[in-house]
T-cell receptor, first 117, second 117 residues
Framework: GAVVSQHPSRVICKSGTSVKIECRSLDFQATTMFWYRQFPKQSLMLMATSNEGSKATYEQGVEKDKFLINHASLTLSTLTVTSAHPEDSSFYIC?????????????FGSGTQLSVL | AQSVTQLDSHVSVSEGTPVLLRCNYSSSYSPSLFWYVQHPNKGLQLLLKYTSAATLVKGINGFEAEFKKSETSFHLTKPSAHMSDAAEYFCVVIENAGGTSYGKLTFGQGTILTVHP
């Protein structure tokens, strides 16, 4: 089946630094990618939706200047957490769907555990 | 608006005994419902989905779920647990407004399944 590769799986960084998370579709063209965040003991919450070549659409309460999303190609989307702070520590996961498929057919990355010291 | 509640954050069973993971949902429109599984360091994998066809849905690895509209439930079951079933399970709903499946995914909080020898 389709594979979505997400890196890194775990990152620890100092407060104030920026962290980039990559999400790649390995065997299909990901026209739409979604980024989720999961705090401990809570649900995965959608942060933003990006379509290839367009600006991302952010959910209410998600700061677009803090969580920069780039989806410049059909196989790669990146999420950059800028000036990370301890409250940004969370589990981030991406998902992708291909052309002419609905949200019933999403493929997920393995997630990134971010810890900000 | 849609929501999903997974009634148990942790479920522990012995190998060979039945598994029941509970999920209740609310949706203003006809929903699509899913169960995803996440093993450590792996992406979310689709176990099964309900999309308005048969109410009893069979998935991979011997899992099945029954959509009960009157109870707004979509519980996941398996007759006999294996050690390899130990993972985190997410119940997910998509609200199909307008009959499409491009709606947002809403995740439950997740249920961690532990299987004892």
């Amino acid at each position: 089946g389709a594979v979505v590769s997400q890196h890194p799986s775990r990152v620890i960084c100092k407060s104030g630094t920026s962290v980039k998370i990559e999400c790649r579709s390995l065997d299909f063209q990901a026209t739409t990618m979604f980024w989720y965040r999961q705090f401990p003991k809570q649900s995965l919450m959608l942060m933003a939706t990006s379509n290839e070549g367009s600006k991302a659409t952010y959910e209410q309460g998600v700061e677009k200047d803090k969580f920069l999303i780039n989806h410049a190609s059909l196989t790669l989307s990146t999420l950059t957490v800028t000036s990370a702070h301890p409250e940004d520590s969370s589990f981030y996961i991406c998902s992708a769907r291909g052309r002419r498929t609905t949200n019933e057919k999403l493929f997920f990355g393995s997630g990134t555990q971010l810890s900000v010291l | 608006a849609q929501s999903v509640t997974q009634l148990d954050s942790h479920v522990s069973v012995s190998e060979g005994t039945p598994v029941l993971l509970r999920c209740n949902y609310s949706s203003s429109y006809s929903p699509s419902l899913f169960w995803y599984v996440q093993h450590p360091n792996k992406g979310l994998q689709l176990l099964l989905k309900y999309t308005s066809a048969a109410t009893l849905v069979k998935g991979i690895n011997g899992f099945e779920a029954e959509f009960k509209k009157s109870e707004t439930s979509f519980h996941l079951t398996k007759p006999s647990a294996h050690m390899s079933d130990a993972a985190e399970y997410f119940c997910v709903v998509i609200e199909n407004a307008g009959g499409t499946s491009y709606g947002k995914l809403t995740f439950g909080q997740g249920t961690i399944l532990t299987v004892h020898p």
